[in-house]
Each structure stands twice: as structure tokens, then as C-alpha cells.
């Protein structure tokens, strides 16, 4: 007995010595307990990614490689609830239809993986290339337990496809903290070509909201090696809050013409000029999405088409109807979408689309021209709809108010603009008026003028109403009206 209590013992403290030089802990990769999922239960999202189980949160390490789009995810391998965060995996050859993976990075010492980016490293700059693959270098924060030690960057490669990943010097600090906030979290990176070098972004100070001159700091950071990072400038702001974002957009489509977009989880976003060092914008700041759940959203790095594509979390706010419900899944993400700026009437804007590919799982689709709404109706009731991609275009000077009910959930057109559950969705006021709505089960996605404003919320699912229905006191007219029923992706 002693001797099997020592063996026991001996193992034990290995183990634990192994966590502190930075070992990932395999109790943490739960994946194989996840077989028994069918993806059919009642609010299981039909057209967005979610886990087969457990919690999931922030997009991470999007990233474009060999055919495959990846998408990483802040995950708690062990239960429904936030905690233990690990970055799960999925993967994709467009972006709609999933399949799930083992889970990628797994907490080791004494913290956890936080969320943080990935890219190919096509220069090999770490030196981990092989003779068939580029790396996939993800950078991410360590998450420190004790409320005595500040969280850290630190980094991880992979040399299989993004499969599998090790850590680059054991998980050790590959970025010390700053010391504005033992929480400064959620490195970005990319290659930056222009100067030749990597750039990090990284937010590390939340502004006061008493106090407006105290103001909330990212910082940008340059490396040749991803490994040993420089500082290169500040960028103050009172709106920025973690999982920050930056990324070149064309204007109107020109490349000749390019802009940087940043933005924070909350999607408030200014546009400015980056130069390799410093971001330069006229402070103006606007708002990515008017409803309460698009948070944490990212973009892809090595798009290979020269979209820019983002993916965003869709977070419950008080009502966590997954968890009320007992699903085996908690959380969900939003639908790819693209990104672009325009000129507008107001100025240059952030314009967000989903992608093409969703045309992809269209099991039965609806289009009419010149329609009137009595018609609509008509040709609506005979439809039962789940999964809904609805488009619709008109004349704002031929057309009154209108309100459209689509499973339920009510969306109103009211003096030019647009209006769900209390939210208003501005419009560019132009004569040519359009909309789109997303609905699954129990999200909705709201797109209007094509994709100058954005809303995103959680709905209250109704399983027995399955109708589309439209009223006003005239009987207005569509140009255009598309109703495309919504396959799902899960085999």
C-alpha cells in the first residue's frame, strides 16, 4: 500500500510540475464525449455554428489555409456555463457547413486560454515551417487564476493543418503585461507587407466612464520573429474594450484606395490610415450593430478570394433561453459576413453582408417582382418556413408604412427608418429602400440598405408559427420580394 501510495504520489506531482512548465492538460480534452450529439434538438440553430456541446463564446484564430477555413472558438470543454476556457476547433470549405474538431489549445499552468487570433506563416518568421505546411501561429492570452498575477500573450504553433498545436517556449510570456490592467487580453497579429514585419493589437486599458479624460489605451507592437515584439504606438480611446480588431478595407471597391477598420467586442468602430506604426482617424466613431447580441466579432486572416470576411459571437443577455432549455450546447456564433466600406450621403460607412455561400442551402425559394402585398400574403400562407433568408426592396416614395411578421417576429418600417423590439435601424433616406432578415430558431439577423445598419438578437422561438405575413393601410408594392427557405448544415 505504501508503495502504491508513493508510486500515486510521485505521478501526481509530476503531473502538476508538467502544468507549471507548461504542458496543455489532456483532462481538458473532452471531445470524444461529445459523439452522442444528433444536432437535433428543438433550438439548435439550423444555419449558424454551435458546438455539438457545452459553452462557447468569443470566434478565434480565424484563419484561411489550404482549402479549409478555420474557425477557433473560446470553449469550456466541461460544462453549459462560461469556465475553462479552451479554444475549440471547427472547420469549413465555405464557410456554412461545419465540422467539428478536437479541441485545439488546452489550459496548462495556472491559467486559462483566452481568446486571440491565428495566422499562416508564410515567411516563416518562427522557423517552424516544414517541407510540406506553413505553420499556423495563434497567439493568445494566458489567463492567470491568481488575482496576484497579470494575465500574459503567449503563443502556440501548428505544423498539422491547425489539428494540433504546441507551445512556443512552453506557453512562457511571449508579450509581458503591460501593467495598465491585469486583464489586457485578446492579441490580434498579422503581416503587415508594406513594412515587412508583424503587427500586434492589443487592448490593455478600459477607459473611465466617469471620468472622460481618462481615456481607454490599445497598443500596437511590430515583430520579425513572432516572438520578440517591439512597441510602436498608442492608440486612446474612451470606447475601446477588449477583443480589438484592425484590418484594411477597400473604398468603393478601389484597391487603390485603403483604409483601416478598427473595432472593439461591442463593435463601436472608427476608419482611419495605419502606416505600419501609428493609426491616425478623425475620432469619429460609429456603431457596428444596434441589437444586443453581436459581441467579439473577428476577421479572417489569408482570405483567399480578397473578401474580408468577420464572424461575430450572438450572445444571450438575460434570457439564456439554451440553458432554460436544457441543450446540451450553450451559445451560438452569427453568420459569415462580409465587410466593406462606402461612401455614403453621411460619409464613409461600414457596410455588412452575409455571405454568398449561405445560396448554398436553399431548399425552396419564393421571388417575385412588382408584387403587391395582398398578393404576398396570398402566396405566403400556403408556405411553413424554420430557417428564413427574406429580402425585400421598394420605393420610400411610393410606399406608407409597413410592418412584416415573420414567424412572429415583428419588423416595422416607420417614417424611413426601420424598427425591431424597440431598436431602430437607420436607413440612408435614399429613394430605394431594401432589407434582409436572418432567422433561425432563435436568432435574428437584420440587414438594411445593404448592410449600412445591422441589428442581431436572440427571438423568442415559436415552433408553432411558421408564417410570413405583411400589413399597411395600402396596398404597397415591392420591386422585389424574396423568401428562400433555409436548409441546415449539420449532416
Not at 457547413?97 to 479541441?103: G, Y
Not at 450572445?315 to 436544457?326: A, C, V, Y
Not at 462606402?342 to 417575385?368: A, C, D, H, M
Request: proline fraction near 4%.
Amino acid at each position: 500500500m505504501t508503495l502504491l501510495r508513493n508510486t500515486y504520489l510521485f505521478i501526481f506531482s509530476s503531473f502538476i510540475a508538467q502544468a507549471q512548465h507548461g504542458i496543455m492538460i489532456d483532462s481538458f480534452q473532452t471531445f470524444d464525449s461529445y459523439s452522442d450529439i444528433k444536432y437535433d434538438e428543438v433550438l439548435r440553430p439550423q444555419f449558424h455554428f454551435s458546438s455539438k456541446k457545452n459553452w462557447i463564446n468569443d470566434p478565434n484564430g480565424l484563419v484561411y489555409y489550404k482549402g479549409e477555413y478555420h474557425l477557433y472558438f473560446q470553449h469550456n470543454p466541461k460544462g453549459t456555463r462560461w469556465g475553462n476556457m479552451t479554444w475549440g476547433h471547427a472547420v469549413s470549405k465555405d464557410m456554412v457547413r461545419w465540422e467539428q474538431l478536437a479541441h485545439a489549445i488546452l489550459p496548462y499552468g495556472n491559467g486559462t486560454i483566452y481568446s486571440g487570433t491565428a495566422a499562416v506563416d508564410y515567411p516563416n518568421s518562427l522557423k517552424k515551417n516544414t517541407p510540406t505546411e506553413q505553420a499556423i501561429v495563434a497567439y493568445f492570452t494566458h489567463a492567470q487564476k491568481s488575482k496576484n498575477d497579470p494575465y500574459y500573450q503567449a503563443g502556440a504553433y501548428s505544423t498539422d493543418r491547425g489539428r494540433t498545436f504546441q507551445l512556443i517556449d512552453g506557453g512562457r510570456p511571449l508579450l509581458n503585461n503591460q501593467g495598465h490592467d491585469r486583464g489586457e487580453r485578446d492579441p490580434k497579429i498579422f503581416w503587415h507587407a508594406p513594412s515587412n514585419k508583424w503587427v500586434m493589437v492589443l487592448w490593455i486599458k478600459r477607459g473611465d466612464k466617469k471620468n472622460t479624460a481618462d481615456l481607454g489605451k490599445v497598443r500596437f507592437f511590430s515583430s520579425d520573429d513572432l516572438k520578440n515584439w517591439n512597441d510602436l504606438s498608442d492608440f486612446d480611446r474612451r470606447w475601446v474594450y477588449e477583443c480589438m480588431d484592425m484590418v484594411p478595407l477597400k473604398v468603393d471597391g478601389d484597391p487603390d484606395k485603403i483604409k483601416w477598420l478598427i473595432y472593439d467586442a461591442s463593435f463601436d468602430y472608427e476608419v482611419g490610415a495605419f502606416d505600419g506604426t501609428t493609426l491616425t482617424t478623425d475620432k469619429t466613431t460609429l456603431l457596428g450593430d444596434y441589437g444586443d447580441a453581436y459581441y467579439a466579432a473577428q476577421t479572417f486572416n489569408n482570405s483567399p478570394d480578397n473578401r474580408t470576411v468577420i464572424i461575430g459571437w450572438l450572445k444571450t443577455k438575460k434570457n439564456n433561453i439554451f440553458w432554460d432549455n436544457n441543450m446540451p450546447f450553450n451559445q451560438q456564433m452569427a453568420f459569415p459576413a462580409t465587410l466593406e466600406l462606402k461612401n455614403t450621403s453621411l460619409g464613409l460607412r461600414l457596410f455588412r453582408w452575409p455571405v454568398e455561400e449561405i445560396k448554398s442551402l436553399y431548399e425552396k425559394s419564393q421571388i417575385y417582382e412588382n408584387v403587391k402585398k395582398t398578393s404576398l400574403n396570398r402566396k405566403m400562407k400556403k408556405i411553413n418556413f424554420d430557417g428564413v433568408d427574406l429580402y425585400g426592396a421598394f420605393d420610400r416614395r411610393q410606399n406608407a408604412d409597413f410592418t412584416i411578421n415573420i414567424r412572429g417576429n415583428i419588423l416595422k418600417y416607420e417614417n424611413g427608418n426601420f424598427y425591431f423590439e424597440g431598436k431602430t435601424l437607420p436607413t440612408l433616406k435614399n429613394d430605394k429602400v431594401n432589407f434582409r432578415v436572418l432567422l433561425d430558431r432563435a436568432t435574428i439577423e437584420i440587414f438594411t440598405d445593404n448592410g449600412f445598419s445591422v441589428l442581431s438578437n436572440y427571438t423568442s422561438p415559436n415552433t408553432e408559427n411558421t408564417s410570413i405575413n405583411i400589413s399597411s393601410e395600402k396596398n404597397m408594392i415591392f420591386h422585389s420580394f424574396e423568401v428562400h427557405k433555409v436548409g441546415s448544415i449539420w449532416q
